[in-house]
């Protein structure tokens, strides 16, 4: 059964702090995605990546980094946690022409 | 730019009864993917249904069906005897071809079932 695990369900976290999201994927997906999710905006995204050490912005990239070491990993980084990043969190990972395979989110608190 | 809308928040519907999930979409793209995803409330995302632009024929997957008309931007999901289990937050997603996870949401409509 394909399978993308995002690290935590829920965390919550002090305003300022460096958080770092999780993601690992076991389908040898090349593509892999950072969606945020919010009521009433649905999910926009975050960063993709289309290969190992490789990156690029989505629509909403302002406060946010990530990184990519290993082809199954792929982790979000808030550099410094500001209560508007308060969010759901979802990765998801794809091949080139088929559907996104989504984890089961992470819903981040930012106090 | 891409754009989804999806103009109805919430929705009620029998159980047994059939429904309609509307979505219309704008794109300069010749060449783009229509996804439907359901989120029950524990918030995973669940693929429904594909449709690619240049498909001559509505995709179907079981109960789930896609009404695909293409002059008027327009993919609305057809979910046939509706159960209690169908209840939950549906997103219609378009992509650019041939990236398949690149997506853009709509706002999403929320299905309540009733018994």
């Known amino acids: 059964d394909v399978k993308v695990t995002q690290s935590s369900r829920y965390l919550v976290k002090r305003t300022g702090e460096k958080v770092f999201l999780e993601c690992v994927q076991d389908?040898?997906?090349?593509?892999m995605f950072w969606y945020r999710q919010d009521p009433g905006l649905g999910l926009r995204l975050i960063y993709f990546s289309y290969d190992v050490k490789m990156k690029e912005k989505g629509d909403i990239p302002e406060g946010y980094s990530v990184s990519r070491e290993k082809k199954e990993r792929f982790s979000l980084i808030l550099e410094s946690a500001s209560t508007n990043q308060t969010s759901m969190y979802l990765c998801?990972?794809?091949?080139?022409?088929?559907?996104?395979?989504f984890g089961q989110g992470t819903r981040l608190t930012v106090v | 730019a891409q754009k989804i809308t999806q103009t109805q928040p919430g929705m009620f519907v029998q159980e047994k009864e059939a429904v309609t999930l509307d979505c219309t979409y704008d794109?300069?793209?010749?060449?783009?993917?229509l996804f439907w995803y359901k989120q029950p409330s524990s918030g995973e995302m669940i693929f429904l249904i594909y449709q690619g632009s240049y498909d001559q024929q509505n995709a179907t997957e079981g109960r789930y069906s896609l009404n695909f008309q293409k002059a008027r931007k327009s993919a609305n999901l057809v979910i046939s005897a509706s159960q209690l289990g169908d209840s939950a937050m549906y997103f219609c997603a378009m992509s650019p071809f041939n990236q398949g996870g690149k997506l853009i949401f709509g706002q999403g409509t929320e299905l309540s079932v009733k018994p």
């Open positions: 794109t300069s793209d010749p060449s783009y993917g």
């Open positions: 998801a990972s794809s091949l080139q022409q088929d559907r996104a395979f």
């Open positions: 389908m040898d997906h090349e593509n």
